[in-house]
């Protein structure tokens, strides 16, 4: 038996049943969430910021410039999207600089459920992954059948990913089990008659749970209920992704991989728009997790106009001159 | 106070800064380099500006254009004026700045001042009058209306004058400014100091940030990286020699700049509006007038 499994893989179930003592009530699953470490706010937050210090030139950056455009989730999730903004983000996902095309595509095209289809028919065979938010997002706040059927619909439109917001409003009340057994049944929603599944993202809406120890235990529970990623927020609320909770999630599924054995991906969203921001977020996963979390596999960036800067610094590393918004696509 | 209190007083020196965004930082490399009047004395320590404070300017003045190019002519106008108004206040200053860089007499700065608190003036007055002079009806062989009319260029890159740190300076920033552009500014090498204050008049005057970003240094160091700057529309070579403006018209080529090279200027002299309209382009429309067919109704 492999010392690590992925989440998305066959294997994950039972590593996770061996934790079924954990989940086996709401008393023992507080108990457990409720016994992890705390955190330690002003160490978590200098060790962030002292990362983000480090200076990464020359070839480090272009390694990273590349990284970084292929981690993208390329996100629109307006009311106001049209299947020709969709069809324009998807043939931008995979020529990002179409005068460039040593340019990496981005990971995925991140998109309303009922914008999956159009995604999928113009990304045809490219290699770039549809992923679909659902459960009401960004809310959450609807019944569990109206959330399922939101997700079996992305899922049958062929979305390759499915991005869930979790329940704040019963996680914060202290009902865990609630939480649990929902995004078990978004698990289960998610997978395909031909018993494939399409890979689970889990949103906490970092910016909502008020504390960073809540923040640990819903990666913890998140993970258990078989997260095949843990995202960071809905980049729909004031706080989004930032270095601090983005690196309590790092160290969660690092810890999470120590104890159950399961590989867990990582996904920041929302409020990354530079590529110094996005460089810093790299030397995160690099520092915490190390490079088996360096690839589009297990780290992805939830974001629209970070792609554009992160263009135009790459124009200016191969041509040595600045480049400027006119030269990359307005979207 | 007694005299013995009086002499034990600290001198405060003035900490000059970069004026970028509406902003004064220093320069991010973190260096600053000597400045001297004319006879070699130091008088303080100007900011040196690197190519990442160039490259923040730029990002500064594109995200003033569509604001400053958007305001009507008339507003712009007023802000300038008030520009001039702020100046007017500092005067004492500015002659003593002046007079220090450019090792002139009291009287003789302040003449240098005058004058460029007036040229300020006069340009303010030609930011909704310039439209009449370069723009207007052109007459067409069709029923047409055709009409001209100035457009800023944009960003425009502006290297100071070296020898007229005042005068020059406000000579070539002023027309720039007037029509709607928004400026990074490379100061006089050796004396940035007028420069460097006139931001402090600018953060004053309603101006709003970034259009007018100035920055202190070696003038080749700044220019190059201005120069090859996707983003940067114009540049004004005023403050650059022969061989630096070679170069730098080279690689401002790339996204085909408006450029514009150095020629001797006797900066007392009247302008004329030969520096307004070196950074406007002309939009031109065409309009249907006229009969349209059986309808018959006129435009």
């Known amino acids: 038996m492999p010392l690590t499994v992925p989440a998305h893989g066959p294997e994950a179930a039972a590593r996770l049943a061996s934790m079924s003592d954990v989940t086996a009530s709401d008393g023992s699953l507080r108990r457990f969430l409720h016994g992890l470490p705390g955190v330690d706010a002003v160490g978590l937050e200098g060790r962030a910021a002292t990362l983000g210090t480090r200076s990464i030139k020359t070839t480090a950056k272009a390694y990273a410039i590349d990284l970084a455009i292929s981690m993208i989730d390329l996100t629109t999730l307006e009311g106001a999207d049209t299947p020709g903004k969709v069809r324009a983000l998807c043939a931008k996902g995979v020529h990002p600089d179409p005068l460039d095309r040593s340019t990496p595509k981005v990971a995925a095209i991140c998109v309303y459920p009922d914008m999956v289809k159009v995604a999928k028919e113009s990304l045809g065979d490219s290699g770039v992954k549809v992923a679909s938010?659902?459960?009401?997002?960004?809310a959450g706040r609807a019944a569990l059948p109206v959330k399922l059927a939101d997700v079996a619909d992305a899922v049958a439109a062929g979305a390759d990913e499915v991005d869930m917001v979790i329940d704040r409003g019963a996680f914060l009340a202290g009902h865990y089990l609630k939480v649990y057994d929902e995004i078990r049944a978004v698990k289960e929603a998610c997978r395909r008659p031909d018993s494939t599944s399409a890979h689970l993202k889990v949103i906490f809406e970092t910016g909502e749970l008020s504390t960073y120890d809540n923040i640990r235990r819903?990666?913890?529970?998140?993970?258990?209920?078989?997260?095949?990623?843990i995202k960071t927020s809905t980049g729909k609320v004031a706080v989004n992704a930032t270095p601090p909770n983005t690196l309590i999630l790092l160290e969660a599924v690092r810890d999470f991989r120590e104890t159950v054995g399961v590989q867990v991906g990582v996904k920041p969203a929302g409020g990354i728009r530079t590529t110094k921001d996005a460089i810093k977020f790299l030397v995160l996963v690099n520092e915490t997790v190390g490079e088996d979390w360096l690839s589009n596999d297990w780290f992805r960036f939830g974001a629209s106009s970070l792609l554009n800067d992160l263009l135009m610094q790459r124009q200016k590393l191969s041509t040595g001159r600045y480049s400027g918004p006119d030269y990359v696509t307005v979207d | 106070m007694s005299e013995s209190e009086k002499a034990a007083r600290l001198s405060v020196f003035k900490t000059y800064k970069l004026f970028v965004g509406g902003k004064f930082p220093r320069s991010e490399s973190g260096r600053v380099y000597e400045v001297t009047d004319s006879k070699g004395r130091w008088l303080a320590n100007?900011?040196?500006?690197?190519?990442?404070?160039?490259?923040?300017?730029v990002v500064a003045a594109r995200k003033a254009f569509a604001g400053w190019s958007g305001a009507t002519a008339?507003?712009?106008g007023q802000i300038l004026y008030r520009v001039a108004e702020m100046l007017e206040g500092r005067r004492d200053q500015f002659v003593r700045e002046v007079g220090d860089?450019?090792?002139?007499?009291?009287?003789?700065?302040g003449a240098v001042v005058d004058a460029a608190i007036d040229r300020w003036v006069w340009y303010a007055g030609w930011t909704d009058k310039i439209a009449q002079i370069v723009g207007g009806a052109n007459p067409v062989a069709g029923p047409y209306f055709n009409l001209s009319s100035p457009e800023p260029t944009g960003v425009v890159a502006i290297l100071a004058p070296q020898e007229s740190s005042f005068l020059g300076l406000v000579s070539v920033v002023a027309p720039v400014i007037a029509t709607g552009n928004t400026a990074v500014v490379v100061t006089s090498?050796?004396?940035p100091l007028p420069a460097l204050s006139l931001g402090e008049?600018?953060?004053t005057s309603d101006l709003p940030g970034g259009v007018v970003n100035l920055l202190s240094g070696r003038t080749a160091e700044i220019a190059t990286p201005l120069a090859a700057h996707q983003d940067v529309n114009a540049i004004d070579l005023a403050g650059a020699e022969e061989v630096l403006a070679k170069e730098l018209e080279i690689a401002a080529a790339d996204n085909l700049k408006r450029v514009r090279r150095p020629q001797p200027v006797d900066w007392a002299a009247d302008p004329g509006t030969e520096r307004l309209t070196s950074f406007l382009e002309t939009k031109t429309v065409w309009h249907p007038a006229g009969g349209s067919g059986s309808s018959g109704a006129a435009y």
């Open chain 2, 74 to 76: 008339y507003n712009r």
């Open chain 2, 201 to 203: 008049v600018l953060a």
């Open chain 2, 101 to 109: 860089a450019e090792g002139l007499s009291k009287s003789k700065a």
């Open chain 2, 46 to 57: 100007a900011p040196q500006s690197s190519r990442k404070d160039a490259r923040d300017a």
């Open chain 1, 133 to 138: 938010v659902a459960t009401a997002f960004p």
């Open chain 1, 218 to 229: 819903a990666s913890w529970l998140g993970m258990l209920a078989g997260a095949d990623f």
């Open chain 2, 189 to 191: 090498e050796a004396s």
